[in-house]
């Protein structure tokens, strides 16, 4: 597995507006795209910053809560939880590319780059509950994430995007029982299985 400060540098600069409910997939290529392709998961600049700090701007933390509380104000997740989400991401793309029979390959002209720009758990990380000592995992919350991917060309072009983001309502949150990133993880689920759909559409040697 790719080494979590590695997949840092790498990650693009992508702004996002705060926790905005779905808007359904997305996407915009310039041609049909096929495989195989190069998968390089990683996080946004912004996403970076928040695993050991509060967002930068205030528009970003939450409107409720004490001021410096990591859980409410939607930072200091800790290293171990973007590694986590990395991991759960790149999980989630490997499956779908085979079930649909698509091909990831190190040595693939065709970069396929997905960036989680923006997360929000449903209870709080490990690292925001050492943070801050009033917290409990019985802590609750809507939760969500905001995922988008390029394709990038042996030249450099980028030659097809796509972004998918959800985040629960007071109204559609999990139940009580959800994990840490229940529904982050069902974005990340989604927004695979809807992608790899997308490029087998393109790809008459897929399923």
Request: glycine share 8%; charged share 25%.
């Amino acid at each position: 597995m790719r080494k979590f400060l590695t997949l840092i540098l790498a990650a693009a600069i992508i702004g996002t507006p705060a926790f905005a409910h779905a808007h359904g997939f997305d996407s915009d290529f310039s041609q049909d795209i096929t495989g195989p392709f190069k998968l390089e998961v990683v996080v946004s600049e912004d996403l970076a910053h928040r695993a050991n700090n509060l967002p930068k701007k205030l528009s970003d933390r939450g409107s409720g809560g004490r001021l410096n509380s990591a859980f409410s104000n939607n930072g200091k997740y800790g290293d171990r939880a973007i590694e986590y989400l990395l991991e759960e991401m790149e999980e989630e793309l490997v499956e779908d590319f085979a079930k649909r029979g698509l091909t990831l390959s190190d040595s693939a002209s065709t970069l396929l780059r997905v960036t989680i720009n923006e997360v929000k758990p449903n209870r709080p990380t490990f690292n925001q509950l050492k943070e801050d000592a009033s917290l409990s995992f019985q802590s609750f919350g809507i939760g969500g994430a905001d995922v988008s991917a390029e394709f990038v060309s042996a030249s450099g072009t980028v030659i097809g995007t796509a972004n998918y983001d959800y985040f629960s309502s007071f109204y559609e949150r999990p139940a009580q029982t959800a994990s840490t990133w229940t529904d982050a993880n069902r974005a990340f689920s989604r927004f695979s299985k809807r992608l790899s759909k997308k490029l087998a559409a393109m790809d008459p040697g897929a399923s």
